[in-house]
């Protein structure tokens, strides 16, 4: 349901969106992404510093003198926003939940989307497939996007990746770039996201709480899995204890870097602490030094 609060929730973030894509931001999504391949755009004479592998020999042939083969980039792209929308997406200990993370980083994405003619859709995940709007062009689509992150009420608290993963790997014909926006606490979704990586451009995009990167010492804490329910009492005075969590999370850290390495999956870093423009820009930079040099 549309509340007003919704609705000035995003028209604000709508805001705060286009005013970025039209600062070096949108730019930098240009320069980034390249589109699917090459069209053939025409055939001209031979002129003084044109690439000779381009001449085209049977019709130079026929002409007696050369003649060129012209190509266009073909720069229209699919982007696809898969959102991982089960419990524990609905946390948050600082100014913002992850979920609200997703929506605003989506939102820059989608309006540099739509800016440069590129469609855009949206697959929403909890244990189950819940959502899929089509990839379509338009500032409409993309404000409807970001609309149904905010209005749509997850009917599971769980989350099953591999089944929105293989949901895309039947549906998605040509190239896509995919976002996979996730805290990334499930399991058994590798095998499929591999095979999303070997036909589209994967992106992960990760989502953090400070808080579950350092825990406090606040002495007995009861904590409760979003997800499941199942809660546990647990000591935070205890110095191994928080050593433990903490060595587990680095474990977990590095397994996940290592695994999107080998798999040239990307990964974009982002946390409830705030600061996704800066974020957004630095991948940016660093993808683009990573395919210059590749």
């Not at 699919?78 to 979920?99: E, Y």
């Not at 993370?101 to 994405?109: D, T």
């Amino acid at each position: 349901m549309l509340t007003r609060e919704i609705l000035r929730q995003v028209r604000r973030l709508q805001l705060r969106a286009r005013r970025a894509v039209e600062d070096p931001l949108g730019g930098a999504y240009r320069s980034v992404f390249k589109g699917a391949g090459i069209a053939f755009e025409e055939v001209r004479e031979y002129q003084p510093g044109d690439e000779i592998r381009s001449i085209d020999w049977n019709v130079t042939a026929r002409m007696g003198h050369p003649f060129i083969k012209r190509y266009i980039e073909e720069r229209e792209l699919t982007v696809l926003f898969l959102m991982d929308a089960s419990a524990s997406m609905t946390l948050g200990s600082i100014d913002q939940t992850k979920r609200e993370v997703v929506a605003e980083i989506a939102a820059l994405l989608a309006l540099c989307a739509v800016s440069n003619n590129d469609k855009v859709g949206l697959l929403l995940v909890t244990g189950a497939v819940e959502r899929f709007v089509p990839p379509r062009k338009g500032p409409r689509h993309a404000l409807r996007l970001i609309r149904d992150l905010f209005v749509h009420a997850p009917r599971d608290p769980g989350t099953n990746l591999r089944v929105g993963l293989d949901f895309l790997n039947k549906i998605l014909k040509r190239r896509t770039l995919v976002f996979v926006f996730s805290d990334f606490l499930d399991e058994g979704y590798e095998k499929a996201m591999q095979r999303t990586a070997r036909r589209h451009d994967v992106i992960a995009v990760t989502i953090r709480d400070p808080r579950e990167e350092s825990l406090p010492d606040v002495g007995l804490l009861e904590i409760q899995d979003a997800e499941t329910g199942q809660s546990v009492l647990v000591d935070t005075a205890r110095a191994e204890f928080r050593q433990a969590m903490q060595a587990n999370l680095e474990r977990r850290q590095d397994a996940f870097r290592q695994w999107t390495r080998a798999h040239r999956i990307d990964v974009l870093a982002a946390s409830t602490a705030g600061r996704h423009l800066d974020e957004l820009m630095r991948f940016f930079e660093k993808r683009e030094r990573r395919l210059r040099h590749s």
